[in-house]
């Protein structure tokens, strides 16, 4: 294992992205994500979906600081997560798809605090982060939401 990052560290390198990619702007992109997903009646069709886009939030799939790869993943399921009628369910059957590729990387963690940080930047920046993908679940709760309280002043 590496040495750990000072949690000021992380905090300070999210906190830079409302700087860094404020003019990071790509609509095309995410629009193209947005038509490529749709609702799957099917459970175990969705619990499918779900899984291989989870496995590329991680870079054991993805590649490391393959950060492309694992961002637009993440908007992928930021799209899912649209398509529930209740943020509950959507939870429940991303831990079961995490579950079925034996993901024991707290990937619904990582892709939380990344979608709100993300909701807050303009559309499709996330092709340009380069926050390594392990500040995500790093990150303490009380940092992470303390530089999300301050975000929003």
């Known amino acids: 294992m590496g040495r750990s990052v000072d949690q000021k560290q992380m905090v300070q390198a999210i906190k ?7 003019h990071c702007v790509n609509k095309d992109a995410d629009e193209k994500f947005k038509k490529e997903i749709a609702w799957e009646d099917d459970y175990d069709s969705r619990i499918k979906a779900l899984s291989e886009i989870i496995s590329y939030t991680s870079e054991k799939e993805a590649g490391k600081n393959n950060f492309s790869t694992i961002y637009t993943n993440y908007r992928r399921l930021d799209i899912w997560k ?19 590729i034996n993901d024991t990387t707290k990937a619904y963690t990582r892709y939380c605090n990344w979608s709100k940080v993300f909701v807050r930047l303009p559309l499709g920046s996330y092709l340009s982060c380069n926050v390594p993908n392990s500040y995500w679940r790093l990150i303490k709760s009380e940092n992470f939401d303390k530089m999300m309280e301050e975000w929003d002043k």
Do not use: Q, R
């Not at 830079?16 to 404020?22: G, K, R, W």
């Not at 649209?82 to 079925?100: I, T, W």
């Open 82 to 100: 649209d398509l529930y009628s209740d943020e509950n369910d959507f939870k429940k059957e991303f831990k079961e798809a995490s579950k079925a």
């Open 16 to 22: 830079d992205l409302s700087v860094n990619l404020i």
